[in-house]
C-alpha cells in the first residue's frame, strides 16, 4: 500500500507544488502508516525532494523534445500506482492535473476528488473538504472507493519539511495510445508564473493603458510577486493572455492577490475567490471588488501604488 503523488516540473526541477502535494502527501501517508511514492518526468535534481520526507522517487525519462502528454503521463502513473498498490493518488489543480485527475481514475476505477483544501478527516471510507461554486463554499464529500485521487487547491497546503533520504527508481514511459501529441507550448517568461506565486499583483483597464503596465511590474518586484491581468486588459492587447485571470482564464490560488484598477467583474472574481488575501485599489468606491475584497483603498493607483513601492522598498532595507 502507498499514497502516490505526482511531482510537476518546468526543464527538469521541481514546481514548488510539486513540494507542497509531497508535504500533503506525508501528511496522508503517515495517517495511513504507509510509504510516500513520488512519480517525477526528466527530473534533472532528485535530491530536491529529499527535505519533504518522501521514500520512494520514480524518474521516469521521455523522449527529448517532448511535451506533457496526459495519455502516456497518466498510463505511466496509473501504472505505478496499480503496481504500488495506491490508496491515495494525489495531483495539483492545475491544468496538468486537471487533465490527469479524470484519466487516472478511469484508469483505475478510483473516485477523483477536485479542489481539496484539507487533509481528509478520516481515511475508510475517505472523507475530504473541498471548495465548491467557484470557491465561495464548502462541501465534505465522502468516498467508499478503495483508491481515490485527490486534486490539492494551490496554496491550500503549505510547505511542510521532513528530512529524508529518497531511493530513486527508474520507470519506463507508457506507449500512447491515442495520435494526439503536442509539439510547441507558448510559455510565458515572467520571472514568477501566475501557478507558483504566493502573491500576485494584478491590473485592469483603471490603468488607462499599456504604457502604465509599469506600475503593476514595479510593485511585483518589490514583492518578489507574479503580473496578472483582467480580460479586457489582455482582449485589448496590453497584456498577453497567459496573464489573463478569472473565470476563463486562469484560476488564482495566492496567499494575497492585489488588484489595481479592477473593477471586478463577477467572471473575474470567480477566477480569484480562493486567494487568501484580496487587496483592491480603485478610484470608484462602488466598485464591486471592494465586497469580495479584504482590504481596500479608494484613491487613484498613479498615486496610491507610487506611495506603496516607496514604503515597501523603505521596509525592506
Not at 516540473?9 to 507542497?20: C, D, L, R, Y
Request: with cysteine; aromatic share 8%.
Amino acid at each position: 500500500m502507498a499514497v502516490v503523488v505526482y511531482l510537476e516540473s518546468q526543464k527538469g526541477t521541481i514546481k514548488k507544488t510539486g513540494f507542497e502535494l509531497a508535504s500533503y502527501g506525508r501528511a496522508v501517508a503517515d495517517a495511513l502508516g504507509e510509504q510516500l511514492i513520488g512519480v517525477g518526468f526528466n527530473l534533472q535534481d532528485t535530491k530536491s525532494i529529499n527535505p519533504y520526507g518522501m521514500d520512494v522517487l520514480y524518474n521516469v525519462d521521455t523522449p527529448e523534445g517532448s511535451f506533457f502528454n496526459a495519455d502516456r503521463y497518466s498510463s505511466t502513473i496509473a501504472g505505478i500506482a496499480s503496481k504500488e498498490k495506491a490508496q491515495v493518488i494525489v495531483v495539483s489543480s492545475s491544468a496538468d492535473g486537471r487533465y490527469l485527475g479524470p484519466l487516472l481514475s478511469a484508469k483505475l476505477d478510483a473516485a477523483f476528488l477536485s479542489n481539496v483544501v484539507d487533509l481528509p478527516t478520516q481515511y475508510s471510507p475517505l472523507k475530504v473538504k473541498r471548495s465548491c461554486f467557484t470557491n465561495k463554499a464548502f462541501n465534505r464529500t465522502l468516498s467508499q472507493k478503495e483508491c481515490n485521487i485527490l486534486s490539492l487547491s494551490s496554496n491550500a497546503f503549505g510547505l511542510n519539511e521532513q528530512q529524508g533520504d529518497v531511493e530513486v527508481r527508474s520507470e519506463p514511459y507508457a506507449e500512447a495510445t491515442t495520435d494526439l501529441e503536442v509539439t510547441a507550448i507558448d510559455q510565458a517568461t515572467d520571472k514568477v508564473s501566475i501557478a507558483d506565486a504566493d502573491i500576485v499583483v494584478s491590473g485592469g483597464r483603471g490603468l488607462k493603458g499599456p504604457e502604465n503596465w509599469h506600475l503593476i511590474e514595479d510593485l511585483a518586484s518589490v514583492l518578489d510577486a507574479a503580473t496578472a491581468c483582467s480580460k479586457p486588459v489582455s482582449d485589448m492587447g496590453w497584456r498577453p493572455h497567459s496573464e489573463h485571470v478569472g473565470q476563463t482564464g486562469k484560476p488564482v490560488a495566492s496567499n494575497l492577490y492585489i488588484a489595481i484598477g479592477v473593477s471586478g467583474a463577477i467572471q473575474h472574481l470567480a477566477g480569484i475567490n480562493s486567494s487568501k488575501v484580496k487587496v483592491v485599489i480603485n478610484n470608484d468606491p462602488e466598485a464591486p471588488f471592494f465586497k469580495a475584497a479584504d482590504y481596500g483603498i479608494v484613491g487613484d493607483a498613479f498615486e496610491v501604488v507610487p506611495k506603496l513601492i516607496e514604503k515597501l522598498k523603505a521596509r525592506k532595507h
